[in-house]
């Protein structure tokens, strides 16, 4: 069933999804210290193999598994086996969680009392929570929840503790630990820490993989991990890790779990906490260091509107149905179990799929609220727009948006112009409106003089916080606005010429969005499938025509896709202008930044987002996959070969328009 | 000198006190051996062959087994089971009713009788190779083309099979049976085979579970059955090296009681014995039960005849073990009837045990009971038999028990069930048994006794007595008969096996039981299948796992169908964890697709070229196998 659903043909407008209650309503109305100190009796797997924390210890550490990785590593390095094992428990006493109640109910209590004052209200799809407690029971589970903010996990534990479903043990990063108190404090809710990069470590890789597994075949508790790996800075999706879902997999590939269920989370804020610090570090500004301390300084947060947030759990699925005729599990018949082995090209092959679909899921459960429509038109249009405008083409954007699947959350009886009015003063840090003009604007600009670079950098701030809601929607608009531009730049009307454009801005874009390896076939049949049945094209046998009434949706839809064309093409221009033989990985992201602010400085480039660096590293990623970039390895620095005529054809390609003005 | 006195002083004393012991023991070691199986009548030379050409007179054309021996629902609804010849015949099972409503939704109204004879109208008239028949009758062989006889050798006892003859639906049958009495005569017939051009199809006991004696559909030539049932004789025992040849087309409870007779016995024991027969044996790899001991049919064999449309193959000598290229007995095991006719096989024979005794072990879980066996097996300690049957199989064996005979009894099992599941906290839902069997000298079993249950011990065992034990061995030998009364109420089911490494045993167990409730569940079966194991077998580095599957049927249009479907599921299930093909069943028609997958291109390929070097004609038709 939840197989079916992943790989059904995709209608994206036929979506049903479920209803939201809000959660903290009861919440408000009655006490949280007897909330917190309630009675908490989870729904349990039926095959819970009850074990303490210390225990999971000792019987990760004496696994088979664990066992003959230690022996490898001594007998690789030298050492004795007892020196290496102690290293192993070490590494796993750092890593372990020590889940407390006690700690989880003090969470409870702390954390009612700040999502009432932060949020309106906070959404939940109870359907998926009743599915949830079904799949708790019948099989392990994996939660995999999308990660915009820090909110996220602590949410989670939130909701499952609300609900009476088990706790899960979250696999956080190590810069958490870090933090003093905090640390130990989410270590007792569940959290355990894994190193960022731990790549060649064998015996790291083995105590983590076989904590995670153990913790999965004895049932221990849910596991909840992010798939993309880390806080997305733009609030779009992150290409998948595949690491740890390799690792929640291969107990049901070795036939240890029957089953095991993924339940894809979609976390969405109608205000993002953490919005213009995510700005700032797009645009250089280092991320502070999490402390204990900043988390306190984080406290004017506390006294700020952020709206409403949704939490919207997807359907289980089945990690058997997704294997089924994918992943041959004889192939692991003929080695002992215990002994590590890479996944085969089949096998990551499979865990890159479905990954990828995995994460769409999220996106397409990602709720999306009015100012998501806004943010895309002011974008659009940086000279501001007059309030009866606005919302007019935030009523027209929303119908579009709907018949492209969006899940939006528009209020079902209030004015268009109630509904806009709301929202803008939700936001207003971002905002100007003065006459019935609404502009993008630095508000509480500092009166200082200020030099014409920093007011490109404040300008750039308040575009990329903006950005990040338009990014929110843009999987929405994604296909239909790769057949738009592909139109645009194609030579003909020839169905196979615009198809051969699609797929190269595809391939190109193919770091920047989730765009599933292998669906290119698929992605251009529902983008015209989708704009034909909004009677913008007409697609033939061979060809496909613009009607007469689609010039306005193609324009909006090529214009929502400009920033990223101008973006790469402004990373193409500086390595075919750079000179710099020697250029280094790191010197890279700073001297595409001070490049893209010549340029806009000299007028010569209009959009901000250029600025980014998360652009800017998917840019190079891209070239780097079409090899037009290569990365070589001199002494201990990486440095980057281009290639300048691939480069040069690929930027030509890509965008004939010529945006940045000579 | 001293160590000669001694020795022979104890040899006296072995005598004397085997004067002393051995009455008492040799009656509980024949009552021990023989309430399982059906007891021939003892007025009849032991030369008599129980096995009749027309078979259909004392066995069941559309079931397993006599004609006389069946369950049935009395009108008090209780279950009993008819006949004289097993120790359960003429009993009630009190408890039966219960379990079978209970575990299946079924329910005594709701029967589904079987067609109560054959129609003779629906078997097709034989395709006859009349110059083939002439050439037979010619050379003075027992031919028939009668209808009842081709119908009994048109199917072994997969569940498709015997539903179908339930239905009076037959399909392909043999068009001639011929009835060789020696090794010449199977000569002859496969000599006429090749000469005329016809399909010969042997048939032994009739117990094939694979499908192997179903006629393919797409031969075109003349069928014919060779039946081997009266190739019976032991034709010499040789009590030098502990051998016996014996032709071919004896069944294992003849071979047993003659070799008995002679005070020897082969302690080969596959739960088909009582209709199985040696060839059959030999051409599917059977195992049996007491192979801890005995070893299964390819470590018994000293020497096989095989008569082939190329000849007779065979070995110059009788010598334990040789060293001349593969060994070519291993082209003949499990062959499954494509290559040729077994016709004689020497086996080894050995003196029958002192003593047996049947052991129970319960343990607390499932897992428990598999790392016993586990360590059973590590240790090199497994009793004759060691068999661990999951919890509802336990309780399935616990339905079986019949009506108690006195108050104390009942009143002992009562105390009995109290000191395990309230003293010693044993979840009855999570309980399993381990049924045990020991055999050799009287000192050494209660020794070897000792050792096991010390084991046992270590994993949470409690030895649960010898009543259990036997009971266990009882079910093996009933089930099939079990199936046909299912069958009468809308309950259909199967039983199939795999070997497994040790480390995989529990994980495949679960996973296998767990798709078949889920397979059912997805194709409609209205309330939840059984779906059970037992391990049987220990060996060195792995396991033989044997599950029964059985679902309600009620409301479903083609059951059968669907049961093919979830058995599918259960053997790719099996595959994916590790698991074999088949330990003994063998892959017949039913197993072929994954031959391949099973032994390689190039090994199948290896066998193909065998059967194309020996059976160019593919007079050896069964389409078994390959």
């Known amino acids: 069933m939840a197989s079916r659903a992943l790989y059904s043909p995709r209608h994206p407008v036929l979506k049903k999804r479920d209803d939201f209650e809000d959660v903290l309503e009861e919440r408000r109305r009655s006490s949280d210290l007897r909330y917190a100190l309630r009675c908490y009796t989870p729904t349990l797997y039926k095959g819970l193999v009850p074990c303490k924390v210390s225990m999971l210890k000792s019987i990760v550490l004496q696994s088979d598994h664990l066992q003959c990785v230690i022996k490898q590593v001594s007998s690789e390095s030298g050492d004795s086996t007892e020196c290496v094992a102690e290293e192993a428990s070490l590494i796993l006493d750092e890593m372990a969680h020590r889940m407390q109640l006690s700690t989880v109910r003090f969470f409870v209590f702390t954390l009612s009392k700040a999502f009432k004052r932060l949020f309106r209200s906070v959404c939940v799809n109870e359907e998926g929570i009743q599915r949830l407690q079904q799949a708790v029971q019948e099989h392990p589970v994996v939660l995999l929840p999308s990660h915009r903010s820090y909110m996220d996990f602590l949410m989670m534990s939130y909701l499952l503790y609300m609900f009476d479903l088990p706790l899960p043990v979250i696999a956080a990063g190590m810069d958490f630990m870090s933090m003093k108190f905090i640390g130990e404090m989410l270590r007792m809710s569940g959290a355990f820490f894994i190193r960022r990069s731990f790549g060649g470590d064998k015996l790291y890789w083995a105590v983590f993989s076989e904590y995670v597994k153990t913790m999965l075949r004895k049932g221990y508790a849910p596991i909840e991990f992010f798939l993309e790996g880390t806080r997305s800075r733009t609030c779009k999706s992150l290409t998948p890790k595949t690491g740890l879902l390799n690792i929640v997999m291969e107990p049901f590939f070795k036939g240890e779990l029957f089953d095991v269920s993924l339940v894809p989370v979609s976390i969405s804020y109608e205000r993002v906490l953490e919005e213009s610090l995510y700005a700032r570090e797009l645009l250089g500004v280092p991320k502070p260091k999490e402390s204990t301390s900043g988390l306190l300084k984080a406290r004017r947060v506390l006294s700020e509107d952020y709206g409403s947030m949704h939490v919207y759990f997807g359907h289980p699925v089945s990690v058997r149905s997704l294997a089924e005729g994918k992943i041959k599990r004889s192939q692991y018949n003929l080695l002992p179990r215990y002994i590590p082995q890479k996944p085969s090209v089949d096998t990551h092959e499979f865990l890159n799929d479905a990954a990828f679909r995995l994460v769409r899921i999220q996106e397409e459960n990602m709720v999306l609220k009015p100012w998501v429509l806004i943010a895309t038109l002011l974008l659009q249009n940086p000279d501001g727009m007059d309030l009866s405008s606005l919302t007019e083409q935030t009523d027209w954007l929303r119908h579009l948006a709907l018949a492209f699947g969006a899940f939006l959350d528009w209020p079902d009886h209030e004015a268009c112009s109630e509904v806009i009015s709301c929202s803008l003063a939700l936001h207003r840090r971002l905002l100007s409106v003065s006459a019935g003009h609404v502009q993008l604007s630095v508000t509480d600009a500092p009166q200082v003089e200020t030099t014409p670079e920093e007011a490109v950098f404040q300008r750039a701030v308040v575009v990329l916080s903006c950005a990040s809601y338009r990014n929110q929607i843009l999987h929405v608009f994604l296909r239909p606005a790769l057949l738009a531009v592909a139109m645009q730049s194609a030579n003909s009307s020839r169905k196979d010429d615009i198809y051969n454009c699609f797929n190269f801005l595809r391939n190109m874009f193919s770091n920047e969005f989730i765009l599933c390896p292998g669906d290119s076939v698929q992605d251009f049949e529902e983008a015209c499938y989708l704009l034909m049945k909004r009677g913008v094209l007409q697609v033939l046998e061979h060809e496909i025509v613009m009607s007469a009434s689609g010039q306005s949706t193609l324009a909006f839809l090529c214009s929502v896709l400009e920033p990223f064309l101008q973006g790469y093409q402004v990373v193409c221009r500086y390595l075919c202008e750079e000179t710099n033989e020697n250029l280094t990985e790191k010197e890279f992201i700073p001297a595409v930044r001070s490049f893209a602010l010549k340029l806009i400085l000299a007028g010569r480039l209009k959009c901000c987002e250029a600025l980014s660096s998360d652009l800017q590293k998917n840019a190079l990623a891209a070239l780097l996959r079409l090899k037009a970039v290569r990365k070589v390895k001199v002494g201990d620095q990486v440095t980057l070969k281009v290639n300048k005529i691939a480069v040069n054809s690929l930027e030509d390609t890509m965008g004939k328009s010529d945006v940045i003005s000579k | ?626």
């Not at chain 2, 030379?45 to 259909?56: K, L």
């Not at chain 2, 010598?319 to 290229?325: A, I, Q």
């Not at chain 2, 194991?533 to 033989?544: H, K, P």
Request: some cysteine.
């Open chain 2, 1 to 626: 000198m001293a160590s000669n006195s001694s020795s022979s002083a104890q040899q006296r004393l072995r005598i004397i006190a085997g004067h002393l012991q051995k009455r008492p023991e040799e009656e509980n070691a024949s009552v021990a051996a023989q309430e399982c199986k059906a007891e021939a009548p003892r007025s009849e030379p032991s030369s008599a062959t129980p096995v009749p050409r027309r078979r259909q007179e004392i066995m069941k054309w559309n079931g397993w087994g006599y004609s006389d021996s069946r369950f049935l629902f009395n009108k008090k609804g209780q279950a009993e089971f008819t006949g004289k010849r097993y120790r359960l015949s003429g009993l009630i099972l009190p408890s039966l009713k219960d379990w079978f409503e209970g575990t299946f939704g079924a329910n005594l109204q709701h029967r589904s009788p079987a067609t109560p004879s054959l129609n003779l109208s629906a078997v097709a008239p034989p395709h006859l190779n009349q110059p083939f028949v002439e050439d037979l009758k010619a050379a003075g062989l027992s031919v028939s083309h009668d209808p009842e006889d081709r119908v009994f050798r048109a199917h072994g006892h997969c569940l498709h099979e015997v539903f179908a003859l339930r239905e009076g639906r037959i399909g392909r049958v043999p068009d001639v049976v011929v009835w060789p009495s020696c090794h010449n005569d199977v000569e002859k017939i496969v000599e006429l085979a090749c000469k005329h051009n016809v399909c010969l199809i042997p048939y032994g006991g009739g117990t094939s579970v694979s499908s192997a004696l179903e006629c393919p559909r797409e031969e075109t030539r003349s069928i014919v059955s060779l039946d081997t049932s009266q190739m019976n004789r032991i034709l010499w025992i040789d009590e030098k090296n502990l051998t016996a040849h014996v032709e071919a087309g004896i069944i294992g409870q003849d071979l047993e009681r003659q070799l008995n007779e002679r005070g020897y016995c082969t302690g080969h024991e596959p739960d088909s014995m009582e209709f199985s027969s040696l060839g059959g044996w030999v051409a599917t790899r059977a195992s049996g039960m007491k192979k801890n001991i005995y070893g299964n049919i390819e470590d018994l064999v000293v020497h096989i005849k095989m008569v082939t449309p190329r000849g007779v193959i065979e070995k110059s000598c009788l010598g334990p073990r040789m060293s001349t290229g593969p060994d070519i007995h291993h082209f003949i095991l499990g062959s499954e009837g494509t290559l040729g006719v077994v016709t004689e096989v020497t086996l080894k024979i050995r003196p029958i045990p002192e003593y047996q005794k049947y052991g129970s072990v319960v343990f607390p879980n499932f897992q428990q009971g598999v790392a016993c066996l586990r360590e059973v097996a590590r240790q090199r300690c497994a009793p004759a038999s060691i068999r661990l049957m999951d919890n509802e199989q336990f309780q399935f064996g616990h339905a079986l028990k019949p009506q108690v005979s006195s108050i104390f009894t009942s009143f002992l099992d009562g105390l009995k069930k109290f000191y395990i599941t309230k003293f010693k906290g044993f979840d009855p839902h999570h309980l399993c048994v381990a049924t045990l069997l020991f055999e050799g000298d009287r000192g050494k079993v209660l020794q070897h006794e000792k050792q096991v249950y010390d084991i046992a011990a270590k994993f949470g065992g409690l030895a649960a007595g010898e009543d259990n034990g036997q009971r266990g061995y009882m079910l093996t030998f009933v089930i099939a008969y079990l199936r046909d009364l299912g069958m009468d109420y809308y309950v259909i089911g199967e039983s199939f096996e795999t070997s497994v490494p040790w480390d995989r045993v529990l994980d495949l167990c679960r996973n296998v039981k767990e798709r078949i409730v889920r397979e059912c569940k997805e194709r409609g079966v209205q309330f939840p299948p059984l779906s059970t194991c037992r391990v049987t077998q220990t060996y060195d580095a792995g396991a033989c796992v044997y599950f029964y599957f059985a679902f309600n049927y009620r409301g479903l249009s083609d059951p059968v169908h669907i049961y093919e479907q979830v058995e599918h599921a259960a053997r790719e299930e099996i595959l994916a964890n590790g698991g074999s093909l088949s330990h003994h069943h063998g892959v017949g028609k039913l197993r072929k697709e994954w031959m391949k997958e099973s032994v390689s291109g190039v090994g199948l390929g290896m066998l193909k070229s065998v059967k194309e070097y020996v059976d160019p004609q593919n007079i050896f038709g069964n389409g078994n196998l390959l």
